[in-house]
């Protein structure tokens, strides 16, 4: 996608990099679309963490994940998942499984790594299954 609508620098500018990797600089956002539920609950705590500590005073993190419920969704979710990383592989993951959880295990886990939750809203699209965005605050 980014290749498609990014119009600064090129796609070679663009580096595969894990938050605890940034070296120097503070960021007044970031934004995270459908990572946590790749990645072990420790994992989830520990790349919050590190993005909290990359903000600035008052920066913003703007979160969006899937929710496991209703749960005929979750086995969708679980379906395409498996098609993505493990066929077309187009979704990036160390650790095969998904770590989905609720809109509270989300907002326990922001808390956790000691953000401020602003806003939690539904996202609705095209996708048949639910999407949350999350607006947390340092």
């Known amino acids: 996608l980014c290749k498609q609508v990014c119009t600064i620098g090129t796609w070679e500018d663009f580096k595969k990099m894990y938050a605890n990797q940034i070296n120097g600089g503070t960021f007044d956002v970031a934004l995270m679309a459908d990572v946590l539920y790749l990645l072990p609950p420790r994992a989830q705590?520990?790349?919050?963490?590190?993005?909290?500590?990359?903000?600035?005073?008052?920066?913003?993190?703007?979160?969006?994940?899937?929710?496991?419920?209703?749960?005929?969704?979750?086995?969708?979710?679980?379906?395409?998942?498996?098609?993505?990383?493990?066929?077309?592989?187009?979704?990036?993951?160390?650790?095969?499984?998904?770590?989905?959880?609720?809109?509270?295990?989300?907002?326990?886990?922001?808390?956790?790594?000691?953000?401020?939750i602003k806003k939690v809203a539904p996202v609705r699209g095209l996708l048949p299954y639910p999407h949350i965005l999350f607006v947390a605050s340092k």
């Open 45 to 116: 705590v520990t790349i919050l963490k590190d993005i909290y500590k990359l903000l600035k005073k008052n920066g913003v993190l703007v979160l969006k994940e899937v929710e496991n419920k209703p749960r005929w969704f979750y086995y969708w979710i679980r379906a395409e998942e498996y098609l993505m990383q493990n066929i077309l592989k187009l979704t990036f993951a160390e650790q095969k499984g998904l770590h989905i959880t609720d809109k509270n295990g989300y907002q326990k886990l922001l808390k956790k790594a000691g953000f401020k």
